[in-house]
């Protein structure tokens, strides 16, 4: 474990959640996200990206907090995250999480390259 990476049990229970809650700084509101974790590592990605979305509050305030299954509020840092080989591996963890025929369209969607783009990985601050 590095000081990137949250505890094996922070990670397993994301890794569990279907929804995560995050909000960028202390004064948002919690935004429900689809969360995947990749090689131990946790992704949330956004699906439009308005200017007062909760993407774009991560880009100007990278730290907030997110709300772990149970209620556990957890701080973190967001990280923009570009490597192609990273993001294409998030796709995939996306469509094996989220793998019902109700999900298939906002999966296929999270593909597209404006989509792709808004991926964030959530560090320990």
């Known amino acids: 474990m590095t000081a990137r ?3 094996r049990p922070v990670v397993d229970a994301l890794d569990g959640a279907k929804i995560l809650g995050v909000r960028s700084g202390s004064e948002h509101r919690f935004t429900g996200v689809w969360v995947v974790v990749v090689k131990g590592r946790v992704f949330v990605r956004s699906w439009g990206d308005k200017p007062t979305g909760w993407y ?8 907030g907090a997110i709300q772990a299954p149970g209620g ?3 701080r973190v840092r967001a990280k923009k995250v570009r490597a192609e080989r990273l993001l294409d591996s998030i796709d995939d963890a996306y469509a094996e999480k989220y793998n019902t025929p109700a999900s298939l369209k906002w999966v296929r969607g999270f593909r ?3 989509r792709r783009a808004t991926t964030i990985e959530f560090v320990p601050p």
């Open 5 to 7: 990476d949250f505890s």
């Open 72 to 74: 556990r509020e957890i």
């Open 56 to 63: 774009r509050a991560f880009l100007d305030e990278p730290l």
């Open 112 to 114: 597209e390259a404006q």
